[in-house]
């Protein structure tokens, strides 16, 4: 079983619709992100999470929100999806801990959403 | 803040032909950068990472890179590549308490028959 679970790994939706995008990880680390990927963009960072009460915004969270529902869990809303916000969005962890702090991001498989 | 320039958008190459992946990255402080692997409808994994030590870093399936901190680049490299090593590279930087992450914008990597 993959270490960062992501569902639904692909969703069509319409304009106006409320999503959700789940993120569950058995790794065990305190860290969880939400990425945002384009063609010729890269990973844009949406949201993220250092801990169960810590929310932070990244560089691209207009229209997005986040839920941190336990440590090994973070979900994505889209409260109105829009065409633009067709992508492809990436989960990922990091272990925060100073002793073990490589910096390393583990990704998961990724969901593909079309707005349509 | 951080920020990283991947200078090659696509690279086409010939399969057992040597390979080099071009990443600047500006930063004010010290960092750790990485390489990830993307390979067609798959999540990212890391290739190889610098932390400190040794500017010449051993990753997996033969890539290496070396850290030239003076021109401020972390270029990938493989000697002889194979039709699998088809896939998108993304350069990576963050800081040692890793609160900035930030990924360039990708290098689609073609290894042509």
């Known amino acids: 079983d993959a270490d960062v679970t992501q569902t639904p790994r692909n969703r069509i939706t319409k304009t106006g619709k409320r999503i959700m995008l789940e993120c569950s990880q058995t790794?065990?680390?305190?860290?969880m992100y939400w990425y945002r990927q384009d063609p010729g963009l890269g990973l844009r960072l949406i949201y993220y999470?250092?801990?169960?009460?810590?929310?932070n915004k990244g560089e691209i969270s207009d229209g997005y929100s986040v839920s941190r529902q336990a440590q090994a869990k973070f979900s994505l809303s889209l409260e109105s999806a829009i065409p633009n916000q067709t992508a492809l969005y990436f989960c990922?962890?990091?272990?925060?801990?100073?002793?073990?702090?490589?910096?390393?991001?583990?990704f998961g498989e990724g969901s593909r959403l079309t707005v349509l | 803040a951080q920020s990283v320039t991947q200078l090659d958008s696509q690279v086409p190459v010939f399969e057992e032909a040597p390979v080099e992946l071009r990443c600047n990255y500006s930063?004010?402080?010290?960092?750790?950068l990485f390489w990830y692997v993307q390979y067609p409808n798959q999540g990212l994994q890391l290739l190889l990472k610098?932390?400190?030590?040794?500017?010449l870093v051993k990753g997996i399936n033969g890539f290496e890179a070396e850290f030239n901190k003076s021109q401020t680049s972390f270029h990938l490299r493989k000697p002889s590549v194979h039709i699998s090593d088809t896939a998108e590279y993304f350069c990576a930087v963050t800081t040692p308490l890793g609160q900035n992450f930030v990924f360039g914008p990708g290098t689609r990597l073609s290894v042509l028959p």
């Open positions: 999470s250092f801990d169960v009460k810590d929310i």
């Open positions: 610098y932390l400190s030590g040794s500017t």
């Open positions: 790794k065990g680390h305190d860290r």
């Open positions: 930063s004010s402080v010290s960092v750790y």
């Open positions: 990922a962890t990091s272990d925060g801990r100073l002793a073990t702090n490589t910096g390393e991001l583990f």
